[in-house]
């Protein structure tokens, strides 16, 4: 009896210490529950709410309703909205067609506008266009613009053959030159080659420089041939080397090459040394 006794109070204990984590797990389940409701997901369990938590899952879902026909989704149901919401909803979806037709999408409904909101897409459909002949982009059409404007648009070209034509570009068409401009060209083009010769660049023709360029010219490529030799680079070109520019070079190298042995340090090689410097290296270097 005793033993069964003392078997009841254990397990009623067990019990009672296992209610907050049974009531804590509830309440869990129940806020998850809540949650889902308040965002729609299928999850959700309607009969498991309060009825506080129902109006305010009803709140929810009327505010996403509202949110869906803003956005024009397809889960909008109008029905669903009041009067107020409904004339906001409508407004909204006006200017939004004002917006859409002023700068050209293709969401845009004409037969929507006002009088005034045509006139005012149709000018800035004007003006678009305009700023597109001007820029070369888009897809101008030139026949609705004024007398003024297509002279604008005609300066423009010329102004941007012009620089396409200074520049070297693939656009530049020599035929829209003037003879001022064609001589302005031919001079930037003949400057740039020299710049070219003069930096030792690959676009270089020599065959364009004048004698006096090509004469300053071919002094700049020796003493730039001399430097790389001299560092030891690939671009240098032993052939073009005076014959006292190659002994120069022989007798720097030599002394370079005798320094590193004797200091042990640099790329030495002892084959090119005399007898005599081979013998005042220290041994170990």
């Not at 879902?61 to 803003?70: A, E, G, P, Q, Y």
Request: glycine share 4%; hydrophobic share 30%.
């Amino acid at each position: 009896m005793r033993t069964r006794l003392t078997r009841y109070l254990w397990e009623s204990l067990a019990g009672f210490s296992l209610w907050p984590v049974l009531l804590f797990a509830q309440s869990s389940d129940l806020a998850q529950n809540l949650t889902d409701c308040k965002n729609g997901w299928e999850t959700c369990d309607r009969s498991r709410l309060s009825q506080s938590e129902s109006v305010d899952v009803a709140l929810a879902d009327h505010l996403r309703d509202v949110s869906n026909c803003r956005s024009s989704f397809a889960s909008c149901d109008r029905s669903k909205l009041t009067p107020q919401e409904t004339d906001a909803l409508a407004l909204a979806n006006h200017q939004q067609n004002v917006s859409d037709c002023k700068s050209g999408a293709t969401s845009c409904d004409q037969s929507r506008l006002t009088q005034s909101e045509a006139r005012e897409s149709a000018a800035a459909a004007h003006q678009r266009n305009f700023d597109d002949c001007k820029d070369g982009t888009g897809s101008c059409d030139l026949s609705p613009l004024s007398p003024a404007e297509t002279r604008e648009v005609d300066t423009s070209m010329r102004q941007r053959n012009l620089s396409d034509c200074q520049n070297d570009t693939g656009d530049c068409d020599r035929s829209k030159l003037t003879p001022a401009q064609t001589a302005g060209v031919v001079a930037a083009e003949h400057q740039h080659n020299v710049w070219n010769c003069e930096n030792g660049w690959d676009q270089c023709d020599h065959s364009k420089l004048s004698t006096r360029e090509a004469a300053r010219i071919a002094s700049s490529e020796r003493q730039r041939n001399t430097s790389a030799c001299k560092a030891g680079e690939a671009a240098c070109d032993y052939s073009k080397l005076t014959p006292a520019e190659a002994n120069l070079l022989a007798d720097t190298e030599h002394k370079r090459n005798y320094t590193a042995c004797l200091r042990g340090y640099g790329y030495c090689d002892r084959s090119r040394l005399s007898a005599e410097e081979t013998s005042s290296i220290p041994k170990g270097k």
